[in-house]
């Protein structure tokens, strides 16, 4: 796993994002569109996983495109963040795009390592999550929800779930006592991934 760092290396907060050679192109616009949409100084790590797929899925699920399926690499990516934020000194939030806000909800079930949970988009038809979060609830205060209105309008009946369960999930959080939002924004899941990432982080930020 390779990490980037950007921004203030001294920041007291600490925004993570996992990654993969798809999101690297747009982290820099992402930044920039960060600052922009909230005032607090930050130092953010860009950690590049090396198997989308198996570091970012908690558990084993069969491939619901592709031929592709769903390894339970999060344990071990966990671990991996763990020793990189491990100054107490520091606020960390993690957030992520697609499966990477899946992996940054459920690390925050793990751990109260996270103030907060910046989730855009976030692969919430994936088999078995809202149980987990129903027996699992957030160790953080703060999450961010959001989906494109147009993600659930496909062909894939899994996927094709997703509106509906992250609803539900918004549900959970509040009926959990977790101070969060469920933004919407134009769009299918292929649109401004950048753009989404930056508002999710930039409203966690303004909440803590």
């Known amino acids: 796993m390779r990490a980037f760092e950007f921004g203030n290396p001294e920041a007291d907060l600490v925004l993570v994002q996992m990654v993969g050679d798809h999101d690297l192109s747009y982290i820099a616009g992402e930044i920039a569109l960060i600052r922009q949409q909230s005032p607090k100084d930050f130092c953010f790590l860009a950690l590049q996983v090396d198997n989308w797929n198996a570091d970012l899925s908690p558990w084993e699920a069969p491939a619901v495109f592709g031929n592709e399926g769903f390894g339970s690499g999060a344990a071990q990516t966990l671990e991996y963040l763990q020793d990189i934020c491990s100054d107490t000194s520091k606020t960390y939030i993690l957030g992520g795009y697609s499966l990477s806000a899946l992996f940054a909800l459920w690390a925050a079930s793990r751990t109260s390592l996270f103030s907060g949970v910046a989730a855009a988009s976030p692969s919430m038809w994936f088999p078995g999550f809202l149980d987990h979060m129903r ?74």
């Open 135 to 208: 027996a699992n609830p957030l160790h953080c205060g703060v999450a961010y929800l959001s989906l494109g209105d147009k993600e659930e309008k496909t062909r894939n009946p899994v996927m094709a779930t997703v509106a509906k369960c992250i609803r539900t999930a918004h549900t959970i959080l509040t009926e959990q006592g977790i101070t969060s939002t469920l933004e919407w924004n134009p769009g299918n899941h292929f649109r401004d991934a950048g753009q989404r990432t930056a508002k999710a982080f930039a409203w966690v930020m303004n909440q803590i």
